[in-house]
């Protein structure tokens, strides 16, 4: 059983910061490509940030880059997302994402695997 864990989510007024984590187990950490997106009430799912496996690569959604950064440490087999400068257009529920194979930006449905969430809320 594939098991995505985020954590890390809360109360922040703009400007602030968040660093979000996502634990995972029961995969081969180092062979997946992971990544985060979010969903806002009454909005499609939008993608954040990726990360591919060996951790070379990133990639950012436009309304996210040069804000956030995203990260990973195979040897805790986590991801982390570091939120700053936080609008509150961002609020959301921001859920971890995985895959045996690249990162895409554009279609959450090749994620096999998703965590819960985690909301993120951010305050004028």
């Known amino acids: 059983q594939v098991q995505l864990v985020e954590s890390g989510g809360g109360l922040v007024q703009a400007g602030g910061s968040l660093r979000l984590s996502c634990a995972a187990s029961?995969?081969?950490?180092?062979?997946?490509?992971m990544a985060w997106w979010r969903q806002a009430p009454g909005k499609e799912r939008e993608f954040v940030s990726g990360i591919s496996w060996t951790g070379q690569y990133t990639y950012y959604g436009d309304s996210v880059k040069g804000r956030f950064t995203i990260a990973r440490d195979n040897a805790k087999n986590t991801v982390y997302l570091q939120m700053n400068s936080l609008k509150p257009e961002d609020t959301a529920i921001y859920y971890c994402?995985?895959?045996?194979?690249?990162?895409?930006?554009?279609?959450?449905?090749?994620?096999?695997?998703w965590g819960q969430g985690t909301q993120v809320t951010v305050s004028s």
């Open positions: 994402a995985a895959r045996n194979g690249p990162v895409s930006e554009r279609r959450s449905s090749v994620y096999d695997n």
């Open positions: 029961g995969l081969t950490f180092r062979e997946y490509a």
